[in-house]
């Protein structure tokens, strides 16, 4: 189980050139845009706290959680103000409807049930689930092609999860999806 989860050098998450490809800022302004007051955000696969450090520094309070609990203390030095804590996107140990914003940032792809994670990080959020993820093409970064979820797949399982609204944005080399 988890086999798919991200193990490699942690130090590769913080590349200057990976951080570029993400758009980081961008993708966080994204998220949070047309929110009412939003507060608090769920980082589920936080990783190194990437994501979470830019949300942190808009003000939001952050609970950052991932599989890997090699990553949590990289996190906790880059958000101090963070709370994080091992755990898996398929079962979020959190109350029905605990925060404003769920992100998933490079994540899906790596669950082992998708689906499950979809309809979990929908119980926990109040407004809304944005996620982060590789388009379905050839490109000379990520995983292997095949790892990757299309925009079809995705918008599927969104709507399987009780996701009413599902809107796509193709970003420069990403893709982000609103699901609310």
Partial sequence: MH????NREIDRLRDPERVARLEVNRVVELSLAG????????????????????????GMAVTGLDANPAMLPVA???VPSGTFQEGIAEHLSFPDGSFDLVF????????????????EARRVTRQRLS???????DQPFGPPRADRLSFEKIDTLARLAGFTK????????????FLE
Wanted: proline letters at 5%; hydrophobic letters at 45%.
């Fill in 131 to 137: 996620v982060l993820e590789w388009v379905d093409e």
């Fill in 35 to 58: 929110l009412a007051t939003p507060r608090a955000v769920l980082d589920v696969g936080t990783g190194s706290g990437l994501f979470a450090e830019q949300f942190a520094a808009r």
């Fill in 3 to 6: 086999e798919r989860r991200f």
């Fill in 104 to 119: 998933m940032g490079l994540l899906l792809h790596e669950t082992d049930d998708p689906q499950a994670a979809l309809i």
């Fill in 166 to 177: 599902r809107t796509p944005l193709r970003l420069e080399n990403l893709a982000l999806y």
């Fill in 76 to 78: 906790r030095q880059y």
